[in-house]
């Protein structure tokens, strides 16, 4: 087990649930909170929100993050941690966290579509079954965040095109920063992939800053390519700033992983990370030494 944890009753919070389901609202309304940028004007995220698609595995563990006491100790010491500045989750997982205290002085980011389930034949008709822009406005939640996968080939992805414009128009009429994840995929051998080459990431880049009626409240969340330099040639596409994603980048070295997110911290419109697994289940198991090595990489 990582040393530093808060233990969480499972018990108790289920209880504060069957008695009292109103504590959630409460907790939300009375929660301290802060600018989505602090005065470093760089921003450090940690991502949960894999369990509510069904996507459980971490590396080769296929259900790392289907038990959620140990998912929420290892959040709240990641939140605890100098540097991190708040979380993207699942609705059922900021609630805990409001639950627990844990989000007090944090940006909390709410998790919109979630209905491409991993794995299913509609994985790309990904339907917004998770917070609506009237959720966070009502919740007073910070931001929110979606996933866009493109498949030229599925007609699915257009459904779902559709619905992240609708969103997208709709986050910026309540001036939330909505936070959109592009991808251009394909399916190999009936998995779904993202392709991370500079071309296609590049193309997805242009494609999601183009949603919508406005782009005043867009932000980009954006993978580091493949080929070197290639990230950098992408985000040559936008204006919108834009944050790197994590991934799930078990097999690859530690430190290979950290040196290429801090060449892309370089970059002119990049404004910090939102990683989630790499930080919350890391090779060795140390949660506070990975959010510590990527909270250094943005100082």
Request: hydrophobic letters at 45%; glycine letters at 8%; aromatic letters at 4%.
């Amino acid at each position: 087990m990582t040393t530093g944890r808060r233990p969480v009753d499972p018990a108790g919070l289920a209880r504060t649930r069957a008695r009292h389901p109103e504590a959630v609202a409460e907790a939300a309304a009375r929660r301290t909170r802060r600018p989505l940028l602090a005065e470093s004007g760089r921003l450090l995220i940690v991502a949960a929100d894999h369990p509510a698609r069904g996507a459980l595995a971490v590396g080769e563990r296929r259900f790392a993050m289907a038990n959620r006491t140990d998912l929420l100790e290892r959040l709240c010491l990641a939140l605890s941690r100098p540097g991190v500045d708040g979380v993207l989750a699942s609705a059922d997982v900021l609630d805990d966290l409001l639950l627990l205290g844990a989000l007090d002085g944090k940006v909390v980011m709410g998790s919109m579509n979630r209905g491409g389930l991993a794995g299913s034949a509609f994985e790309l008709d990904d339907r917004f079954t998770g917070c609506t822009p009237e959720d966070l406005r009502r919740r007073r939640f910070d931001a929110g965040k979606l996933l866009l996968r493109i498949d030229r080939d599925d007609p699915a992805s257009l459904t779902t095109l559709d619905a992240a414009a609708r969103a997208v128009s709709a986050m910026a009429e309540l001036r939330l920063p909505v936070f959109v994840e592009p991808f251009l995929s394909h399916r190999v051998d009936g998995r779904l992939c993202n392709d991370l080459s500079t071309e296609a990431v590049t193309t997805a880049i242009a494609v999601a800053s183009g949603l919508a009626g406005s782009s005043a409240y867009t932000w980009l969340k954006v993978p580091v390519t493949d080929e070197p330099y290639g990230t950098a040639r992408a985000l040559e596409a936008s204006t919108l700033p834009a944050v790197l994603l994590g991934g799930d980048v078990h097999g690859q070295r530690p430190q290979e992983t950290y040196e290429r997110w801090r060449k892309a911290l370089e970059l002119p419109t990049v404004q910090g990370l939102v990683v989630g697994r790499s930080l919350l289940y890391p090779a060795d198991d140390d949660v506070a030494a990975a959010v510590d090595t990527a909270a250094a990489l943005l100082q």
